[in-house]
Nanobody, 121 residues
Framework: QVQLVESGGGSVVPGGSLRLSCEFT??????????LGWYRQAPGKERRLLAT???????NYPDPMQGRFTISKGDAKNTWNLQMNSLKPEDTAVYYCNIKISFGPTRREYWGQGTQVIVSS
């Protein structure tokens, strides 16, 4: 079954760190064009794009997040991480990963179910 699964959320005190992971449980994407993005959605707010990474590993941060967040490929196949440092209460949100894949002329898009991050003392 093809799906995108996030993990690594939880509760952390302000100033702490978390590393979120995202895994695509479909075909091997090592030679496939894709764009993986991390988003978050805080209560009452729109979903917001935080960072993207493509297959060559080029990253982009539409919202610089003051350099606190870093997107990267994971060590395992079809995995990606979002390292979050110096967390603030306003970082509390549900974090989602999204992947857009190009299979030749066909494009597919998948969303994960989200993982909750709570930053609170």
């Amino acid at each position: 079954q093809v799906q995108l699964v996030e993990s690594g959320g939880g509760s952390v005190v302000p100033g702490g760190s978390l590393r979120l992971s995202c895994e695509f449980t479909g075909s091997d994407l090592s030679t496939t064009a894709y764009l993986l993005g991390w988003y978050r959605q805080a209560p009452g707010k729109e979903r917001r794009l935080l960072a993207t990474i493509n297959n060559p590993g080029i990253t982009n941060y539409p919202d610089p997040m003051q350099g606190r967040f870093t997107i990267s490929k994971g060590d395992a196949k079809n995995t990606w991480n979002l390292q979050m440092n110096s967390l603030k209460p306003e970082d509390t949100a549900v974090y989602y990963c999204n992947i857009k894949i190009s299979f030749g002329p066909t494009r597919r898009e998948y969303w994960g179910q989200g993982t909750q991050v709570i930053v609170s003392s």
